[in-house]
């Protein structure tokens, strides 16, 4: 199974990255850390990939000790399923959030059925990541499983 996981989090990419490989001993991981790190992998390389686990929120640019990252997305992970949509890449898309809420005041629940209706051929559903709870855990594993049938 090979993955490519957008998400700026260092600590909850090492978690996430850390559980799958212990549950998938298969899992080949792909990390990117922006939305135009991540776009720019998917659409060059979108067949490499069986699944993308996606953060909403990022940076625009990569973050590093030169450049801030550009503009903060809000649903960054939003707009890298249109783009997935508008190329026709059919690569499935979990969204792993932090988030109960966003910038523009959307629920998760609410973006949850938003992105099943515009996106459906993609997006298969959402982990709620929490470094407290560890609920996603079985969430993100119940999901994954039910891709790599």
Do not use: C
């Not at 700026?8 to 792909?30: C, G, R, V, Y």
């Not at 990117?32 to 996606?54: A, R, V």
């Not at 990252?69 to 059919?90: C, H, Q, T, V, Y």
């Not at 996106?119 to 999901?143: H, M, R, V």
């Amino acid at each position: 199974m090979k993955i490519i996981f957008i998400e700026d989090h260092p600590l909850k990419q090492a978690q996430i990255n850390k559980f799958i490989e212990e549950k998938f001993s298969n899992a080949e991981i792909t990390n990117k850390n922006s939305y135009i790190s991540g776009l720019k992998e998917l659409i060059q390389n979108h067949h490499l990939y069986d699944i993308l686990l996606l953060d909403i929120s990022m940076p625009n640019y990569d973050i590093s000790s030169e450049d801030s990252g550009g503009d903060w997305m809000p649903l960054a992970g939003k707009k890298i399923l249109k783009e997935m949509f508008l190329r026709d890449i059919s690569t499935k898309a979990i969204v792993v959030t932090m988030h109960g809420s966003f910038d523009d005041g959307t629920k998760i629940t609410e973006l949850d059925t938003n992105l099943k209706s515009e996106f459906p051929e993609n997006y298969i559903g959402y982990a709620y990541y929490s470094q407290i709870n560890e609920d996603w855990k079985d969430k993100l594993e119940t999901l994954l499983k039910g891709i790599n049938k």
